[in-house]
């Protein structure tokens, strides 16, 4: 590997784990900045023979990352019986808990505003818990996903570069 090839792995690596770091983080670009990186590597460092193939698979693997996130939590908070009003404001104190109090106070967040509309609307604990349990389960799940998403990603980067 020649000096400017080796920079340009050394960044795009540091793009990399900054998007892995980034998982952790609601509302962080986490899987476009891994996708983006391998992106600029390939442009810049060129596709090589497996270039195009691994890079289609992180894409594959960024789709799927984007759609569970979007997608897992809603659906589990749904068949917990959580309304739409309180899955918008769940996500609405998780992102003010995010501001507050980081990525713990966004699951927090998330968790007490679902339940205070369930409660709210229905005055029935039960009902409050079970869709407040079924969105903590589903953006738990969602998140599980997208962690071992974005390290198949970087795996796939690393073997694309590994393969020369």
């Known amino acids: 590997m020649n000096e400017p090839d080796a920079w340009i792995t050394l960044a795009v690596g540091a793009v990399m784990a900054l998007g892995l770091a980034g998982a952790f983080i609601p509302a962080f670009p986490d899987l476009l900045l891994i996708w983006g990186g391998g992106l600029a590597y390939g442009l810049l460092a060129g596709w090589g023979a497996w270039g ?23 659906i589990a908070a749904r068949l917990g019986g959580a309304s ?22 966004a699951f927090l967040g998330l968790l007490a505003g679902t339940f205070l509309v369930e409660y709210l609307r229905r005055h029935d604990v039960s009902h409050a818990s ?18 071992g ?7 796939a980067w690393v073997a694309w570069v590994l393969s020369g």
């Open 52 to 74: 195009p193939w691994l890079f289609a698979l992180m894409s594959l693997f960024a789709v799927v990352g984007l759609i569970a996130e979007a997608w897992v939590g809603g």
């Open 84 to 105: 739409l009003a309180g899955i918008a404001v769940g996500l609405t104190l998780g992102l003010l808990g995010l501001i507050l109090l980081g990525p713990i106070g």
């Open 130 to 147: 079970r869709a407040t349990a079924g969105i903590g389960i589903g953006y738990g799940l969602a998140f599980v996903v997208k962690i």
């Open 149 to 155: 998403l974005s390290l198949a990603m970087v795996a």
